[in-house]
């Protein structure tokens, strides 16, 4: 149910400068999804009345995806003065005026954050009947950091940016994760009261940690479990660190919802695929997008399936696959190359480097190896002879092949779309087919094999060859 007494704020402004990207920071990925995406997803989650995202840098960009990954979510347009606190009090403004509920503030690059975390938080300020609650962390290394303040009986005093901090503050290693829940009306007192005299020039929304302090109102800082959890991105680094461990929570979930994996280090899973009980992932395996995979599938060694089907008891080794539907029981590979649109039914076979495209295969037919077959329909049980081409473009259009039920098509032939073969249908090896052939047809190019005695001897005299074949004969007689 919506906690009408609760609003979100995702600030997602920033630059992002040590990323380094021609991408809004906020906008690179891990396990397939924005690292906004992540924090968006969460912030949905705790089912608030409001989530408002403030956006600066690369407004349309930043703006769009949020429309795209949380509708509903409303968009805050920060202005020329820079910080956090003012990220803030633009967002408070774009509030409803009687709303006096809790205010959460999370950061756009902490993908991390989960609700439980959040809910926790939440509960702890409502209990205390806070004007403000800080998630803190405890860190071997606290550079960087604004760092946790508190007085002599252990209670948060204020918040010290890294480069206005003293000395003694320096040494302190709990520091400010970005993550807070205000009061509403707490929040919009003393927001105006925050000015810029700082190293940096920005209204920090720290500082309004000193101010409610100062009027009396109860302040508190609260230490997260993990200090992984509210890990920030603000390089590709810290971007790499934070795909590894959700990756790594990810597969422990799976292997925890009964699916085999047998070296975590190297397997990948994005956050929107989908594994049935008893499917197996050998190493070096990426299960990417909405890729999702049966019962008892196996897939692997060295593959990777984006936005892919497959079905129960499917075998994929080596396999380079974007939006195919592999059938049950269906092999691929190794050495495949599953473009899109590609169909496989089941039981059937693409093999051995096989390339595909727009083609659809029915149930227990084959495509065993060195093929190309694109735009093209096959029936039931039928087999695709080595070396298959379907040579689908003219040069200004693509055609189709239809190839149909129990065809048996020699070696090294190429079909020239569009072109019908029909069922039951046989080629012969090397033949390039123009023409339809009709069911039960064998279709062959006639060209006679002409043998021309002593060609080597007399064309390639002194040769390794010609000795060969000279005494090849001298054996003979």
């Known amino acids: 149910m919506t906690d009408s007494n609760l609003a979100i704020i995702v600030l997602a402004a920033g630059q992002g400068t040590r990323m380094k990207s021609a991408r809004p920071k906020v906008l690179h990925p891990i396990a397939g999804v924005p690292l906004l995406g992540h924090v968006l997803a969460t912030a949905w989650a705790l089912e608030p009345a409001h989530v408002l995202a403030v956006v600066r840098h690369e407004r349309d960009a930043v703006a769009g995806a949020i429309e795209e990954l949380a509708p509903g979510t409303t968009i805050v347009d920060q202005d020329e003065l820079p910080g956090t606190g003012r990220a803030v009090e633009q967002a408070v403004e774009a509030l409803p005026a009687d709303f006096d509920g809790d205010v959460v503030v999370v950061s756009g690059d902490v993908p991390l954050l989960d609700a439980e975390t959040l809910t926790e938080l939440i509960r702890t300020h409502r209990e205390a009947s806070a004007s403000a609650t800080v998630l803190s962390a405890i860190l071997d290394d606290a550079t960087g950091y604004g760092r946790v303040i508190r007085g002599d ?4 005093d204020r918040i010290v940016e890294q480069k206005d901090a003293a000395a003694d503050e320096l040494v302190i290693t709990e520091v400010n994760s970005g993550t807070y829940v205000f009061g509403c009306g707490a929040l919009r007192r003393v927001l105006p009261g925050i000015g810029t005299d700082n190293a940096q020039g920005e209204k920090y929304l720290t500082d309004a940690i000193g101010l409610l302090r100062r009027e009396g109102g109860a302040v508190a800082a609260v230490p997260v479990a993990e200090p992984w959890i509210v890990g920030g991105v603000n390089d590709r680094v810290q971007l790499g660190e934070a795909a590894l461990r959700l990756n790594q929570l990810i597969v422990r979930g799976w292997q925890r919802a009964g699916v085999t994996v047998h070296d975590p280090a190297t397997t990948w899973i994005d956050l929107k695929a989908r594994l049935a009980e008893d499917v197996e992932l050998l190493p070096g395996t990426q299960i990417k997008g909405a890729t999702v995979v049966e019962r008892g599938a196996q897939i692997g060694p060295d593959t990777t399936l984006v936005d892919c089907e497959v079905g129960a008891d499917a075998v994929i080794k080596r396999t380079d696959a974007t939006l195919a539907v592999i059938g049950a029981g269906a092999s691929v590979g190794p050495f495949a190359y599953l473009r899109p ?5 089941e039981h059937g076979k693409i093999g051995t480097f096989v390339e595909t495209k727009n083609s659809k295969i029915g149930v227990g037919s084959k495509i ?8 093209t ?11 298959t081409i379907t040579a689908n473009y003219n040069g200004v259009e693509k055609q189709r092949t239809v190839v149909g039920s129990h065809v048996r098509t020699g070696s090294h032939n190429v079909f020239v779309a569009p072109v019908r073969i029909g069922d039951g249908a046989y080629t012969g090896a090397g033949t390039v087919v123009r ?9 062959i190019n006639v060209a006679p094999q002409r043998n021309m005695a002593g060609w080597v001897e007399a064309n390639r005299a002194g040769t ?5 074949a000279a005494a090849a004969r001298s054996d003979d007689s």
Request: hydrophobic share 45%; no cysteine.
């Open 341 to 345: 649109g590609t169909e496989l039914g």
């Open 464 to 468: 390794a060859a010609a000795a060969a």
């Open 435 to 443: 023409k339809d052939v009709a069911p039960g047809e064998l279709a």
């Open 377 to 387: 329909e096959v029936g039931v049980q039928s087999n695709l002879g080595a070396g």
């Open 368 to 375: 065993p190896h060195l093929s190309y077959v694109g735009d």
């Open 153 to 156: 009986d252990g209670a948060l």
